[in-house]
């Protein structure tokens, strides 16, 4: 009969560390998801205030990392254009207000693509 507590004491950390592992890889994996919907289904939207935020600053960045990219979530083109854009910049720094470095921990530099503006930087 005294083996029953011990297993169930021993049983107890070890069930509730791989419960919290489970779950939070899968919140996790969800919450990726959505990034990547919203970046899908948002992008020319983003893209056209990104284009209408340069033209009124009258100052066009020689590149651009387009929205829009089904496998890129939103956090990694913040970063990526967070030097480029003021708006993506706030978002950046909202991102990093949440998580500390997240914006330039999300960036895939294997993902998404980029314009090329023919502008120069100044």
């Known amino acids: 009969m005294k083996i029953v507590p011990f297993l169930s004491g021993a049983c ?3 069930c509730a ?4 592992l489970v ?3 899968y919140f996790l994996r969800i919450f990726v998801w959505i990034s990547q919907g919203l970046n899908t289904l948002l992008g020319p939207l983003f893209n056209a205030v990104l284009f ?3 033209a009124l600053r ?9 929205f829009g990219f089904p496998d890129e979530t939103l956090s990694s083109v913040f970063g990526k254009n ?3 854009s003021l708006w ?7 991102l990093d207000f949440i998580d500390r470095g997240h914006a330039a921990e ?4 294997d993902e998404g693509s980029y314009w090329k503006t023919g502008a120069t930087d100044d």
Do not use: M
Not at 106 to 109: L, P, R, S, T, V
């Open 12 to 14: 107890r950390p070890v």
């Open 17 to 20: 560390r791989v419960y919290q």
């Open 23 to 25: 779950w939070t890889d």
């Open 52 to 54: 209408l935020e340069a």
């Open 58 to 66: 009258g100052k066009v960045p020689t590149v651009l990392a387009r």
């Open 82 to 84: 967070r030097q480029r």
């Open 88 to 94: 993506c910049a706030w978002a950046a720094a909202f």
């Open 106 to 109: 999300a960036i895939e530099y």
